[in-house]
């Protein structure tokens, strides 16, 4: 049993992580600005602090008297939070207060496709992160992940936000290849990972047992939620403009263009037998799995 700190348990990936933490039996504390989304780890024993993680002096606090951090704070969009805030700042703050805590090691969430690029904001962001954490010489491990697939939110989210009457808008040709993962898969990693001395220092790829492309997994979506919609695939020639001009003015648009170039960039692990060959167990396919789950709106 390990003492664990959480953070950005009450995201999407969160939720999978701090079960699956409390399921392997470990102590874990989780620092969250409302502590209403955190009720279910509560009940369940987890200690909720509240605060911000991007206070440096909040997580030095809540990293007192745990051996591990995991983090999981981040911002897929520029707004309202910045990325240099959370995705730059985010992680050095993470390393200095791990230090100053004295905590063993830290597992932090990144993305595949972190890379310093001036074309892609998003990735730039997280590699700048990742750089960041590194510089403070806290000892971890980086997981990138692929695309992760869960019963609500996440990409489910985003599907929903593209159909418009008989309509589904697919950003560009939909055929970038991706490697998604479940997040009960993810989370087993994330936190298994924590015990594995032999991953620390090192940045780990990680995705499902399939290649697919951003088609094939909305039409798992469709055809799990009975859907007949016209596809219509719009080039981000087309889709760029109308991006910039709804990123102006909407708190939430449906697309950003970052979001638009990224949707047509391969996302995919290093090896389709990624997660067996770091973890020793194979990854469920998210094929198989979705028509079942993806059935009802959560
Ligand atoms: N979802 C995917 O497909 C995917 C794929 C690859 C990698 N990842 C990585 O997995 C991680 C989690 O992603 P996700 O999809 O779960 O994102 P998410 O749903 O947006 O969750 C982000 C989490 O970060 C927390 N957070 C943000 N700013 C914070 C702040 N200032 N102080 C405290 N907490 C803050 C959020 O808390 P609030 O609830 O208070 O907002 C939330 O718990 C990220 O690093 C992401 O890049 C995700």
């Not at 700048?128 to 990138?144: D, F, N, P, Y």
């Not at 994330?190 to 951003?214: D, H, N, Q, R, S």
Request: charge should be positive; proline fraction near 6%.
């Amino acid at each position: 049993m390990a003492r664990i700190l959480l953070l950005g348990s009450t995201g999407f990936l969160g939720r999978g992580v701090g079960h699956k933490i409390l399921d392997a039996g470990h102590q874990m504390r989780v620092l969250v600005r409302d502590p209403l989304k955190a009720a279910a780890f509560k009940v369940r024993g987890a200690q909720v602090v509240v605060g911000d993680a991007l206070n440096q002096q909040a997580v030095t606090q809540a990293a007192q008297g745990v051996e591990h951090i995991i983090s999981l704070v981040a911002v897929r969009r520029n707004r309202p939070q910045s990325y240099l805030a959370v995705n730059v700042d985010g992680p050095r703050i993470l390393g200095q207060a791990a230090q100053a805590a004295g905590v063993r090691s830290v597992v932090f969430v990144s993305a595949i496709g972190a890379k310093l690029d001036p074309h892609f904001k998003y990735f730039t962001s997280r590699w700048m992160g990742e750089q960041e954490l590194a510089k403070t010489g806290v000892t971890g491990t980086i997981l990138r992940f692929s695309l992760i697939i869960g019963e609500d939110g996440g990409i489910v989210k985003d599907f929903e936000k593209t159909l418009f009457g008989p309509f589904a808008i697919i950003p560009g040709s939909g055929q970038s290849q991706i490697q998604p993962i479940l997040r009960d898969d993810a989370a087993r990693c994330i936190v298994e990972a924590v015990a594995k001395p032999e991953l620390l220092g090192k940045i780990i790829e990680l995705g499902g047992p399939e290649v697919v492309t951003y088609e094939t997994i909305f039409d798992w979506f469709l055809q799990a939620r009975r859907l007949k919609k016209t596809k219509l695939k719009l080039p981000a020639a087309v889709l760029t403009p109308g991006a910039i001009a709804l990123e102006a003015v909407m708190k939430d648009p449906p697309v950003t263009p970052d979001e638009i170039k990224m949707a047509e960039t391969p996302n995919l692990a290093a090896g389709i037998d990624s997660v067996s060959s770091q973890f020793g167990w194979r990854p469920s396919a998210p094929g198989a799995w979705a028509p079942s789950h993806w059935s009802k709106r959560a």
